[in-house]
């Protein structure tokens, strides 16, 4: 199995589109074995999903928070025109 492999069959099992057979959770195991960048990649997705199963909130840093914001509140006003701001709203 190749690494292009290992990743189309990773996409199509997060996906839901795909279950591995016997034999190809063997050679994916072989191949995780042998590949470190992939044992990376694989490593990556399952911490991933914890966190999505876990819920928990992650706070934006406020300068980032910031940022976010400011790119939402440009794109609408882009869109749709100018923001009207409620007495007492800072963002």
Request: aromatic share 6%.
């Amino acid at each position: 199995m190749t690494c292009e492999e290992l990743l189309q069959l990773i996409n199509e099992m997060v996906d839901g589109e795909l279950d591995l057979s016997v034999a190809e959770c063997r050679q994916f195991a072989e191949h995780l074995a042998q590949c470190n960048p992939c044992q990376v990649v694989v490593d990556n997705i399952r911490k991933t999903i914890q966190l999505y199963r876990a819920g928990e909130p992650f706070p934006l840093p406020q300068p980032l928070q910031k940022r976010l914001v400011e790119a939402l509140r440009h794109r609408w006003q882009e869109r749709f025109g100018p923001v009207a701001r409620a007495r007492g709203n800072n963002p």
